[in-house]
């Protein structure tokens, strides 16, 4: 009935619910507040309205109304404020075992890749009920990967990964825009993300021809831009030996602590000087412009790989 | 017969001087007002021109009418123009430049040569920003964000850049003009617990031109620089940040709201008295509201960036920070409401205007709490959610105080009084019109419609909301084009004004309308407080009326 008059969208994560009720809850609120205010500029307007052999009163105010009317919103404030901070906090805090899916970005098209080596194109395919992470970043100017119906938005940067995680709970087609102004064809980059049931996301999925699995092209990379000379398992190389560093505390030549995750990665591949490991030389050549945003991603991919369990490791790089 | 003909051409700032010299050169606040007045409308009416393009273009799902460049320009300027060439400039430097020497008692603004140097600077960058678009324009939207303006637009970002850099300055000319005038110009008596609301307002104001608008100057020159010289600050392959820039720019252009809405809350501080005969409900509070919202209004910009990849933590302090600056907004629409209990209201066209800026700035200021929100923000941020909210202010709020203001002292500016029947019919056409245009944005960016779409063919279930917006926006115009016409027609076949038509408090209303040149044929010594309307007869004429 109301097709070309919506007023609401579709919700379809773990998320749009949560996200839906807070925002009821402050139109409510707003509506009420606005209601009010109107009502009592009204009613003052009309009955104070001005008429012959009446005149206004002098008052200057009223301490008691100014702590009132200060303290009250600030109280209501606070609940609109913990209320949303919950739901970011959740929103930004992917669990633990989530699949992960790279996306790149670029002026105007999203290119996806999921750990399997599944490659897209303005479209994702993901089941549901599954913890989804995504690992993006662009290869040129701002993008913003934007989807309606599951409520959430993350910007895509060009020089470090940034992350969102959803979990889909409806199958079906929906949105993908860009929310963030990239140029010209903005609004022509976007896409679909297609929810499917679990046994349907596996056919399709090995239904593909990957060309092997990100860890096992990010392995190949590792050799052919000899990384593997310095990199070593068998013997101490002149850089670390990579196993099991991912996602641990690495100690840095000056004295700081840092997590080795994604960013880390990647700028160690990219400005190698950044973060020297102790007990290393600054030798490492930098990699800025020879990798492309894939490549780097399927590198990102390997030295993950190598911090799995061997059981898992296996798994992962045979396809899953 | 002499002597009547002595009476009716007396002396005012009008006719104290002819020609076109004694206007370019003149060192009188109130002409430069009128300088900036003139000015600035032109400013308005080409950002209403290319808000009507996006409009049209938006009428349709397909993108038919511009090609995406040209609606990507179209955008860009429009927000260019309007903010830096309208609304920045708009209050303080037509309204703020008449009155706030009149307010204080004073002859002039302290440094009036320093005054004309600001219009001139201002009519530089707009000469310079007026090339820009008709040499291509820019299509980096207003908020230039890097990588995009410094590597890969191929349009006219540095003469935009360098236009608003030159604008900024002056902007901090005006602010310190104001501070000092106001700290050292104040007549006799006229003590800072005296001050009108307006004059608190402004110097909030100026405080944020003079330390805000000096970052934005650094971080365009930046953008200029990067363009040119290839810095690499914000080129992530080289070390750069580009997040490093909305940080830069943010710092500015969030203060830069206040720059635009609290000139608009000093006039509706000075015309709900008024038309309420009353003193305004808790003056200090009103005033000191001012001064905290320029405050708290300098730590809150990366709310702009919650999505942007800043920090979960960095995020809660902004969301927070956010809501507290929202405190003092709403002590303001509190404190003008409780000013009309147990008042004389009339619904004089000031007032009517008035009326709208408080029910329009509710709203704007309300769906500004779901931005700050965080877990709202994550899906509304960059949407149209984002358009209806600011509009709602800049324009629901600051362009309904800067024409409520525009009445109010019409007369005391021009002589002549406007025709009461159509400032009353064009005030509600721009209420009506203001929420027809932009209602249906909220719904369209909780759909999720995100802004800056040229085309939106995938989506033509959004084309309804749509088509209500584009119609909206007709009523706006004409609501808008209204006042020029019978401002205009005023002028000649306008009734001559008395020297206090609404029976005012203010010092503004105890000189000749229009002023002399001097603004007062003796200097003023105050002895009484702001607002003392219970000792400030209304005239007969206005007594009568309603």
Redesign the interface.
Known sequence: MF???????VGASSHSF??DA??LF?VVV?VA??LA??A??GL??FK????HG?????????LI??IA??AA??GL??I??A???????D??TPPQDSTEIYVVAK?WMWKLEHVEGQRELNELHVPVGKDIKLIMTSQ???H?F?V??F?????V????Y?TMWFKATKPGTY?L????????????M?GEVVVMEPAEYQTWLSGGVPSGSMAQNGQLLFTQLGCSTCHRFDVQGRGPNLTGVYGKPVLLEDGRTVIADENYVRESI??PT?KVVSGFKPVMPSF??QVSEEQLTSLVEYVKSLSLSSSQATAASAGK | MASAVVTTEKKNYLNAEYGIRSWLFTTDHKRIALLYLVSITAFFFIGGFFALLIRLELLTPAGDLLTADMYNKAFTMHGQVMVFFFLIPSIPAVLGNFLVPMMIGAKDLALPRINLISWYIYIIAGILYLHCIATGGVDTGWTFYTPYSTMFSNTRVIEAGLAIFISGFSSILTGLNFVVTIHRMRAPGMTWSRLPLFIWSHYATSIIMLLGTPVIAITLILVVLERTLNLGIFDPTRGGDPVLFQHLFWFYSHPAVYIMILPSMAVISEIVPCFSRKRVFGYNFVAMSSIAIAAIGFIVWAHHMFVAGISLYSALVFSFLSFLVAVPSAIKVFNWTATMYKGSVSFSTPMLYAFGFIGLFTIGGLTGLFLATLGVDIHVHDTYFVIAHFHYVMVGGAVMGYLGGMHFWWPKISGRMYPEGWGRFSAMIVFLGFNLTFFPQFILGYLGMPRRYWDYSHMPEWQGLNVLSTAGASFLAVGYLLPMVYFLWSLRYGKIAPDNPWGATGLEWRTSSPPPTFNFEETPIVTWEAYEYESMPLPEEVTLER
């Not at chain 1, 097709?3 to 969208?9: E, G, M, S, T, Y």
């Open positions: 097709d070309n008059f919506p007023l609401w969208p949560a996200v807070l925002y402050l707003s507040t606005t205010i109107f009592v500029v003052f307007a104070y309205r001005r008429r009446r005149e206004a009163e002098p008052i200057e105010g009223n109304l100014e009317w200060s919103p600030m404030f606070l609109f404020f209320w949303g901070a919950i739901i970011f906090f929103a930004r002026q040129d100017v701002i913003s934007y309606p119906a409520r959430l938005k993350q910007d940067i060009p020089g470090r940034t949105h825009f860009c929310a963030q102004y990239c140029g010209t064809m903005h609004s022509g976007i990219l400005i950044a800025q412009g």
